[in-house]
């Protein structure tokens, strides 16, 4: 999978879980302050995340995690 | 959801853990009567109705899980999903005594009745939350005792894990209010059920003695208290303990 094709489906999950318009998925977006999620969302994105790619991610990985960008290179390290 | 008007929500998926008997059966045969799809979970024996040659016949599902045991809660949630579609109202009743005087209470009979009443709880509803968090909607009601608030010699381990069902209950209620999703407690006292034949009769002549109402409960009566606290009509009620104990523990 190339990398565009692997952030488009990050941010289908994203706007699917988020229920934001993609135009606001970007990598600089912060998931509290500019795509309005709360703790619960992301855990819900993160869950959406794992299914979509068939990867795990461990509780202690998300520490610091605030932006799009971070996000997807977490998962996209994954692969 | 129905869109005619009943004020009682029908027509839902709903699981009952521990279904085969009791008041986890009365729950189920209650939301039935609502006209709600169900399902329970037994770990000993299937519900006696569902002995005879056409199960089908009484339209509940009933699966093999033992709550102490990650992946047949995994199972039983699965076949329940495949079967019957999302599940919108979880009761958590699945329980189990082993009574002792905490001088004679080893290690075991404290886990036991910790992973089955507690653990087991945090369970079903971990793997109950995700698709009711992503379908904004859901109701779960935790079946706690009596024996929480009044304690009861005897009965350590259950009072621990039933005390700690009000905990869990309040701090979930807290995490998923945002999603629609209600999270509250019924409090049986005495219920004519098994587990508390158990006790002996004089026991229970002691506990009547001291209920206002002066008789035992049904199951039918504390499954019209969890049913309203699944009900539409409760939709603003989330983190409560509601007592269904004839007015034993009043005010604890």
Same mark, same amino acid.
């Given at each position: 999978?190339?990398?565009?094709?692997?952030?488009?489906?990050?941010?289908?999950?994203?706007?699917?879980?988020?229920?934001?318009?993609?135009?606001?998925?970007?990598?600089?977006?912060?998931?509290?302050?500019?795509?309005?999620?709360?703790?619960?969302?992301?855990?819900?994105?993160?869950?959406?995340?794992?299914?979509?790619?068939?990867?795990?991610?461990?509780?202690?990985?998300?520490?610091?995690?605030?932006?799009?960008?971070?996000?997807?290179?977490?998962?996209?390290?994954?692969? | 959801?129905?869109?005619?008007?009943?004020?009682?929500?029908?027509?839902?998926?709903?699981?009952?853990?521990?279904?085969?008997?009791?008041?986890?059966?009365?729950?189920?045969?209650?939301?039935?009567?609502?006209? @709600?799809?169900?399902?329970?979970?037994?770990?000993?024996?299937?519900?006696?109705?569902?002995?005879?040659? %056409?199960?089908?016949?009484?339209? &509940?599902?009933?699966?093999?899980?033992?709550? %102490?045991?990650?992946?047949?809660?995994?199972?039983?949630?699965?076949?329940?999903?495949?079967? &019957?579609?999302?599940?919108?109202?979880?009761?958590?009743?699945?329980?189990?005594?082993?009574?002792? &005087?905490?001088?004679?209470?080893?290690?075991?009979?404290?886990?036991?009745?910790?992973?089955?009443?507690?653990?087991? /709880?945090? $369970?079903?509803?971990?793997?109950?939350?995700?698709?009711?968090?992503?379908?904004? %909607?859901? $109701?779960?009601?935790?079946?706690?005792?009596? /024996?929480?608030?009044?304690?009861?010699?005897?009965?350590?381990?259950?009072?621990?894990?039933?005390?700690?069902?009000?905990?869990?209950?309040?701090?979930?209620? $807290?995490? /998923?209010?945002? %999603?629609?999703?209600?999270?509250?407690?019924?409090?049986?006292?005495?219920?004519?059920?098994?587990?508390?034949?158990? &006790?002996?009769?004089?026991?229970?002549?002691?506990?009547?003695?001291?209920?206002?109402?002066? $008789?035992?409960?049904?199951?039918?009566?504390?499954?019209?208290?969890?049913?309203?606290?699944?009900? @539409?009509?409760?939709?603003?009620?989330?983190?409560?303990?509601?007592?269904?104990?004839?007015?034993?523990?009043?005010?604890?």
């Amino acid at each position: 999978m190339t990398d565009v094709a692997t952030f488009d489906k990050f941010k289908a999950c994203a706007i699917d879980v988020l229920q934001v318009p993609a135009d606001k998925v970007v990598p600089e977006a912060r998931f509290g302050d500019d795509l309005d999620a709360d703790s619960l969302d992301l855990v819900e994105l993160v869950m959406a995340l794992e299914e979509a790619f068939n990867v795990t991610v461990d509780e202690s990985e998300l520490e610091g995690i605030e932006t799009v960008g971070q996000a997807y290179e977490l998962i996209s390290a994954k692969l | 959801m129905s869109g005619d008007g009943d004020a009682t929500t029908t027509g839902r998926v709903v699981l009952v853990t521990g279904g085969s008997r009791g008041i986890g059966l009365g729950c189920a045969r209650r939301f039935q009567s609502l006209g @709600d799809t169900v399902a329970v979970t037994y770990r000993t024996a299937p519900p006696p109705e569902l002995a005879g040659p %056409r199960p089908e016949d009484l339209d &509940l599902l009933a699966v093999p899980c033992d709550v %102490r045991e990650p992946a047949q809660v995994e199972s039983a949630f699965a076949a329940v999903e495949q079967a &019957l579609g999302p599940i919108e109202v979880l009761v958590a009743n699945a329980g189990v005594t082993k009574d002792m &005087l905490l001088l004679r209470m080893g290690e075991e009979a404290w886990n036991e009745v910790l992973d089955t009443d507690l653990s087991g /709880v945090y $369970r079903v509803v971990r793997r109950a939350l995700g698709p009711m968090v992503r379908a904004h %909607r859901g $109701r779960i009601v935790l079946v706690s005792s009596v /024996v929480a608030f009044l304690g009861s010699p005897g009965q350590v381990n259950y009072g621990a894990a039933k005390a700690g069902l009000v905990g869990l209950a309040r701090s979930l209620a $807290r995490e /998923v209010g945002s %999603r629609n999703i209600t999270v509250n407690v019924v409090a049986p006292g005495v219920v004519d059920t098994d587990m508390i034949a158990s &006790l002996g009769e004089q026991r229970v002549e002691q506990l009547l003695a001291m209920v206002p109402l002066g $008789r035992k409960a049904s199951s039918a009566d504390v499954a019209g208290a969890v049913a309203f606290l699944a009900s @539409d009509d409760a939709a603003y009620v989330t983190g409560a303990v509601l007592p269904v104990d004839g007015g034993l523990a009043m005010g604890l």
